[in-house]
């Protein structure tokens, strides 16, 4: 069965410096997301993609996050300086059609910032 | 923002018995509904949905019901098999394509 596949599965990071969190998407899959879930706490949307831009955001999602899908089968998260908060599973997703039909989510990362 | 919420942060159930989760939202712009299962160290894994212009939906041993009026709703599992053990959220969506806000989740045991 087709997955997403999210790498690495642990990043440890010292706090101000950046990460890029790496996801393979399906690969007929048109939409993309980025969630989080901070230890303890509920899974959140931090951002959506489509067609190649932005479709929605979150407030989390500040200038210090950025999406890019580089090479049209990697989808990445880049964090440009880290803060302490910032540690949680983060969880890449892909969808065929939108939400409504289900996504399919990645392993996801554990990022902690030290 | 507490416009899913999961009031059971776990249930605990006999195997073969019927598991009941429930689900209350807030927003009425919500339009689909999503069941979402997780095992520890893995990402959450799409079970059933359910539309606003539906009632029911049934997949299996998996039925979510919706009643609207009541902003609620839930899901069985029948029966319920120790497989089945894990963190249970229930999602919603209010437009195509669009984020999924998740509830808590609650937390199932089946005991064999």
């Known amino acids: 069965e087709p997955e997403v596949t999210q790498t690495p599965s642990h990043q440890v990071t010292q706090m101000g410096q950046e990460v890029i969190l790496r996801c393979v998407p399906i690969s007929n899959h048109l939409y993309f997301y980025w969630y989080r879930q901070i230890l303890g706490q509920k899974v959140e949307f931090l951002v959506s993609?489509?067609?190649?831009?932005?479709?929605?955001k979150s407030e989390i999602f500040d200038d210090q996050f950025s999406v890019e899908r580089p090479d049209g089968s990697n989808f990445t998260l880049k964090i440009r300086s880290t803060k302490l908060e910032d540690s949680a599973m983060y969880f890449c997703?892909?969808?065929?059609?939108?939400?409504?039909?289900?996504?399919?989510f990645g392993s996801g990362t554990r990022l902690t910032v030290v | 923002d507490q416009q899913v919420k999961q009031n059971s942060p776990s249930l605990s159930v006999q195997e073969g018995r019927i598991s009941i989760l429930n689900c209350d939202y807030t927003n009425s712009m919500f339009d689909y509904f999503l069941w979402y299962k997780k095992y520890p160290a893995e990402g959450p894994t799409f079970l059933i949905s359910i539309s606003s212009i539906k009632d029911k939906n049934e997949d299996g041993r998996f039925t979510v019901f919706l009643n609207k009026s009541a902003k609620h709703l839930s899901l069985h599992i029948v029966p319920s098999q120790p497989g089945d053990s894990a963190v249970y959220f229930c999602?919603?969506?209010?437009?195509?394509?669009?984020?999924?806000?998740f509830g808590a989740g609650t937390i199932l045991r089946v005991k064999s």
């Open positions: 999602a919603a969506s209010g437009e195509y394509g669009n984020k999924l806000v």
């Open positions: 997703a892909s969808s065929v059609l939108g939400s409504n039909y289900g996504y399919t």
């Open positions: 993609f489509y067609n190649n831009e932005i479709s929605e």
